[in-house]
C-alpha cells in the first residue's frame, strides 16, 4: 500500500504499474457513457425483440392448448358418436336377427303342419287300401270256400 | 486499418515525457503519455480502449441493424448475450430491480470481456508507442480502479434510491456487531474487484511476454490459451460480483 501511494505520488516521468492519474476519472465517464450508448444500441433494441418473442411464444402456446382442447372435445364428441353408431347397429342386427328366427319358427311350423297333414292323409289312404284288399281277399276266401264246398258235394 | 488511421492522431498529441530504456520488448509501468493541461491521462489505455469499444459498437450496431423474430447469424450472439447477462442479473440482482441495473452489468462485462480478449488477440505490437505498448486497457490500474469505483457508486446509488435512508439498516443487519465489518466491506469490496482483474490480466500479459521473449515459437500458446480462459472468467467474476453488490443493497429483508 505504501509503495502504491508513494508511486501514485511520484513525478509524472516516473511512470510505474500504480501510476493512478487522470486516466481513471476520464475512463470512468468513459464507462458510463459507453453504458448509455449500449443501453440505447444494443440492451433495449435486443430486449424488445427477445421480450416480443416470448410473448408471441406464450400466446402461440396459448393457442395451441385451446386448439388441443378444441380438438380434444371434438374428439370425444365423434367417439360417442361411433358407440352411438355401433350400438344402434347392433341393434338393427339383433332385430334383423329376431327377426330371421321368428321367420325361420314359422317356416319350420308350417312345413311340419303340411308334413304331418301329408303323412295323415297318406295313412287314411294306405287304411283304406288295406280295408278295400281285406274286402277282396274276404270276398275271394267265400268263394273259394264255396268252391271247395261245391267239389267235395259233387265228389 | 484502424490502427494506422489512429497512429498520426497519437502522434499529434503532446509528445511524451518518459522515456525510460526499453528492455529488450519487455515494458512494465511505462505509458504513453498525453497531458491536458495538468492533467495526465494514459494515452495506450485510451487509444486500445476506443479501438476495442469501437469493435463492440460495430459488431452492435451490426448485429442490431435488421433484427427478426427469427434470429439470423450476428442477431443469434447478441441474443445470447443478452441473455446472458439478463440472467446473471437476475439471479443476482432479483426479479424487482435487475432491469434497472442489466445495462450497467451487461456494459461491464462486455467491455471487461472486449479488453481481456482484445488485448490478448489483437496484434498489437505492430504499432510502435514512442513509449509504452498497447495493450488490454484492463491491464491498466486506472481502469480496474474506476470501474470498481463506478460499482461501489452503483450499489449504494441502488441501495439509497430503492430504500431510502433504511439502506443503512443494511449495516447493523443480522446484529449490530457487524457494522465495522460492514464498513470495512465498503473500501475491500473496490479495492479486490480492482486489483483482482488488474492482475489478473497483467500477469497473463506478463506471464506470454516472459514466454515470448524466452521461446518465441509454440511454447507460448497454451499459456495464451489459459490466459484467453482467465481474461473471459475475469470479465464474469466482475460482472457477477458487481451485481451481486448491488443486489445485496437492494436486498429487503423483510420482504
Redesign the interface.
Known sequence: MISWFLLAEAP?????????????????V???I??????K???Q???R??E??EG?VAISHKDAKEKLAQVQGLEQDLKLQLQQARQEAQAVIAEAEAEVDTLHKAALGEAKASAAKLREKDRAEIDGQRAEAREVLAVEARQLADLIVQRLATV | MLLQTLLPLAEALPAPQSMAEETHGLEVGQHFYWHLGPLNLHGQIFLSSWILIGALLVMVIAGTRQMKRKPLGLQNLLEFLWDYIRNLSREQIGEAAYRDWMPFIGTLFLFIFFCNWGGALVPWRLVRLPSGELGAPTADINTTVAMALLVSLAYFYAGLSRKGLRYFEYYVEPTPIMLPFKIVEDFTKPLSLSFRLFGNILADELTVSVLVLLVPLFVPLPMMLLGLFTSAIQALIFATLAAYYIGEAVHEEHA
Open positions: 509524472v516521468s516516473e511512470g510505474g504499474l500504480f501510476d493512478l492519474d487522470a486516466t481513471l476519472p476520464l475512463m470512468a468513459q464507462v458510463v459507453l453504458t448509455f450508448i449500449l443501453n444500441l444494443f440492451f433494441p435486443v430486449g425483440v427477445v416480443e418473442r408471441f
